[in-house]
């Protein structure tokens, strides 16, 4: 029987203070090749700078914001080869959206975040879609959460083709403990 095993880490508590190991995990996972693209959240930018440091070489890097990012940190993603799409929509927070939105909060805020982002960057046209990618987000501040899955537009991650539907693959890291706003 066929099987791929993988190690998922778990943070036993949400926030910013599990951002250097999620960077080091999703630096492991791109190495091994098969992923291309990482979507990073950034509200700032801040935190998409700190993964470009380390995986600029390794992997394209789209940093997301729903808000406007600091400029400086916009233009250092930039100058480090990076994509900064700030001022975003989020897709999860459109009418009809509240039961999946809450479903992927069931597994934490920073996996409801990093699904968020991978279809924003889809959206935006900034992954080739259908592909795998690794989307990374947090909950409040920084980063906890990191899966990979198939890079998907909103139109078509919930719609009935089935091979265009969003496929979360891999978990990579997530805390345990949840918040729920």
Known sequence: ????????????????QNTDQVIEIVK??????????????????????????????????????????????KQRITELGGIALDTTHLPLHTPGMDPIREAFRTLGQGFKVAVEVI???????EVAVYEDVIGVGGTGRGEDTA????????????G???T??????????????????
């Open 119 to 125: 279809l924003i960057a889809s959206d935006k046209g």
């Open 28 to 73: 492991n996972r791109a190495t091994e090749g098969d992923v291309r693209t990482v979507v990073v959240a950034s509200t700032s930018g801040e935190t998409g700078v700190k993964f470009l440091r380390e995986l600029g070489d390794i992997a394209a890097v789209v940093v997301v914001s729903h808000e406007k990012m600091n400029p400086t940190h």
């Open 160 to 162: 009935s083709d089935e």
């Open 147 to 158: 899966i990979l899955a198939r890079a998907t537009p909103t139109q078509d991650a919930f």
């Open 1 to 16: 029987m066929n099987m791929i095993e993988r190690k998922v880490r778990y943070f036993p508590n949400y926030g910013a």
């Open 164 to 181: 265009k539907k969003l496929e979360i693959r891999e978990i990579l890291a997530m805390p345990l403990k949840k918040k729920w706003w």
